[in-house]
Every structure is written in C-alpha cells, then in structure tokens.
C-alpha cells in the first residue's frame, strides 16, 4: 500500500522560510513524477511545483522564484524549500505523484502570519 508522509510545516512570519519533506514507499516514488499539492478551506487542492524522474521542474506562476522543489531518489523523499512566505501561501500542502495516484497523506499544515 502506498504511503506517503509529509513534515516540516509550522507558522512562520511573512518572508520566512520553511523545507517540506515528503517520503513516499519504494515502488510508489521511484518511476513517478512527484509534485507538492496545497490546499485551504473551500478551494481545491492545486499542484504548486512538480519535479519528474529526471529531475526538470515546473511552478505555478503563484509560487515561482520563491519555491524549490527537489528530490532524493535514494531517500524515496521529496522536498519544498519555501522562501519569501506570504500570507497567501498558508494551506495544508500534500504531496503525490503528477498526476496524483492512491490515497493522499495527512498533508501538512504551513501558516503564513504576523
């Protein structure tokens, strides 16, 4: 069963920093794609950087120059560096494939606020 646990969030001011960890079971992480999903109340959840097997990424316009996705294929683990945090960017932010595939983890709550 495919197993993915996200850690790292927190309550950070405007203009911190936070990193994501993301670790996916064995077979699930290494022939995917892997992407970092947020999502607040009443909106749906949206992928803000995708990272493939090779290694090329991709942001939403939203996030871009201030997030760094990453991954470690010997880790099974995938990473969100988040700099220049904005009140915006507070939600709970899930890892998965992309596109995603099997059940979601507990996600991970990120709070942007002064």
């Known amino acids: 069963q495919v197993q993915l646990v996200e850690s790292g969030g927190g309550l950070v001011q405007p203009g911190g920093s936070l990193r994501l960890s993301c670790v996916a079971s064995g077979r699930f992480f290494s022939a995917k794609a892997m992407g970092w999903y947020r999502q607040v109340p009443g909106k749906q959840r949206e992928l803000v950087a995708h990272i493939t097997i090779m290694g090329n990424t991709i942001y939403a316009d939203s996030v871009k120059g201030r997030f760094t996705i990453s991954r470690d294929n010997g880790k099974n683990t995938v990473y969100l560096q988040m700099n220049s945090l904005k009140a915006e960017d507070t939600a709970v932010y899930y890892c998965?494939?992309?596109?995603?595939?099997?059940?979601w983890g507990q996600g991970t709550q990120v709070t942007v606020s002064s």
């Open positions: 998965n494939s992309v596109p995603p595939a099997g059940n």
